[in-house]
C-alpha cells in the first residue's frame, strides 16, 4: 500500500523558515516524480513544487521561485520542501502527492501537514 | 485567479447526471490529453478520479467520465449519489512555466 506522511509543519513567523519532510513507503519512491500541493484555508488546491524521479528536474509555481527549494533522499525514501521568506499568504495545509504517468497525474496523496505564517 | 476556470458550484438530484466544465486555453487542456480531476470531501485528502481525460483509476465508479473539446474539459457524474457530493478540482499540464495547473474548485451538492 503506498504511503505518505508528510512533517515539518508548524508556526512560524512571516520571514522565518521551515523545512517540511515527506515520508513514503509502500512503492519504489526512485522511479516516480513527486509534487508539493498546497491549500489554503478555505480555498482550492495549488500547485507549490515539483521534482523527477531522479531529482534531475524540478519545477515552481511563480509565487515561491526563488523562496522555497523541492529536493528529494531517494536512498531515505523522502521528499523535502525547504520554504523560506515566508509569508502570511504561504498559510496552508501542505500535501505531498505521487506524480504518475506522462502528464503526472497524482494518484496518491499524504494527509498533509499544515504551516502558519503569523507575528 | 487559478489558471482553469470552473464553475463556483452545480448541484442535482439523486439519480440525476451532472457536469463540470474545465475552461482553459491552447497552452493547457487544449495542447495536452494531460487533464485529470480530483474530488475532495470535507476535511478529507483530494483523490483522484480522471486521468488522461477520461481515464478512470481502478476503484473508482463507472459512473465517473471525462472528455475534452477544445479548450475545455469537462467531468460527467452519472446516477448521482449523496456520497458524490463534494469539491471537484480540474487540472491539466501546461507549457507555461509553472508546468501543471488546478481549476478554482466546483462545489457539487446533491440535493
Known amino acids: 500500500e503506498v504511503q505518505l506522511v508528510e512533517s515539518g509543519g508548524g508556526l512560524v513567523q512571516p520571514g522565518g523558515s521551515l523545512r517540511l519532510s515527506c515520508a513514503a513507503s509502500g512503492f519504489t519512491f526512485s522511479t516516480y516524480g513527486m509534487h508539493w500541493v498546497r491549500q489554503a484555508p478555505g480555498k482550492g488546491l495549488e500547485y507549490v513544487s515539483a521534482i523527477r524521479d531522479n531529482g534531475g528536474s524540478t519545477y515552481y509555481a511563480n509565487c515561491v521561485k526563488g523562496r522555497f527549494t523541492i529536493s528529494r533522499d531517494n536512498s531515505k525514501n523522502t521528499l523535502y520542501l525547504q520554504m523560506g521568506s515566508l509569508r502570511t499568504e504561504d498559510t496552508a495545509m501542505y500535501y505531498c502527492?505521487?506524480?504518475?504517468?506522462?502528464?503526472?497525474?497524482?494518484?496518491?496523496w499524504g494527509q498533509g501537514t499544515l504551516v502558519t505564517v503569523s507575528s | 485567479q487559478s489558471a482553469l476556470t470552473q464553475p463556483a458550484s452545480v448541484s442535482g438530484s439523486p439519480g440525476q447526471s451532472i457536469t463540470i466544465s474545465c475552461t482553459g486555453t491552447?497552452?493547457?487542456?487544449?495542447?495536452?490529453?494531460?487533464v485529470s480531476w480530483y474530488q475532495q470531501h470535507p476535511g478529507k485528502t483530494p483523490k483522484l478520479v480522471i486521468y488522461d481525460v477520461n481515464a478512470r483509476p481502478s476503484g473508482i465508479s463507472y459512473r465517473f467520465s471525462g472528455s475534452k473539446s477544445g479548450n475545455t474539459a469537462s467531468l460527467t457524474i452519472s446516477g448521482l449519489q449523496a456520497e458524490d457530493e463534494a469539491d471537484y478540482y480540474c487540472?491539466?499540464?501546461?507549457?507555461?512555466?509553472?508546468?501543471?495547473?488546478f481549476g478554482g474548485g466546483t462545489k457539487l451538492t446533491v440535493l
Open positions: 502527492a505521487r506524480g504518475v504517468g506522462s502528464g503526472s497525474y497524482l494518484d496518491s
Open positions: 491552447s497552452s493547457d487542456i487544449g495542447g495536452y490529453n494531460y
Open positions: 487540472s491539466s499540464y501546461t507549457s507555461s512555466s509553472t508546468f501543471w495547473v
